[in-house]
Nanobody
Framework: QVQLVESGGGLVQAGDSLRLSCAVS????????MGWFRQAPGKEREFVAA????????YYSDFVQGRFTIFRDNAKNTVYLQMNSLKPEDTAVYYC????????????????WGQGTQVTVSS
């Protein structure tokens, strides 16, 4: 069993930055592709970013490209999402996700989810 625990959410103003963290326990962290999704009120959960097991590949949705950066520290069993130039439309619950099958399967059907952390961006 894999446990994912997100942290770092909060209330910020438009243009501010925020860094989310996701601590992973239970299995070998480096064997999992990791990613972030988000769900805004009244909307479906959507993919935000993903990173491969060895961190040699990253993927982003168009709406965060150039503003968000995903990275991981395999020594700390943690994946991060650095969010810059935040916009009110980035307001959502952000979820960490993991897949042992690579970034493709993580983006379509993650095996594990965290409980989510709220990010609110005021205008």
């Amino acid at each position: 069993q894999v446990q994912l625990v997100e942290s770092g959410g909060g209330l910020v103003q438009a243009g501010d930055s925020l860094r989310l963290s996701c601590a992973v326990s239970g299995r070998t962290f480096s064997s999992y592709a990791m990613g972030w999704f988000r769900q805004a009120p009244g909307k479906e959960r959507e993919f935000v970013a993903a990173i491969s097991r060895s961190a040699d590949k990253t993927y982003y949705s168009d709406f965060v490209q150039g503003r968000f950066t995903i990275f991981r520290d395999n020594a700390k069993n943690t994946v991060y999402l650095q969010m810059n130039s935040l916009k009110p439309e980035d307001t959502a619950v952000y979820y960490c996700a993991a897949s042992p099958s690579g970034t493709y399967y993580l983006r379509v059907r993650p095996d594990y989810w965290g409980q989510g952390t709220q990010v609110t961006v005021s205008s």
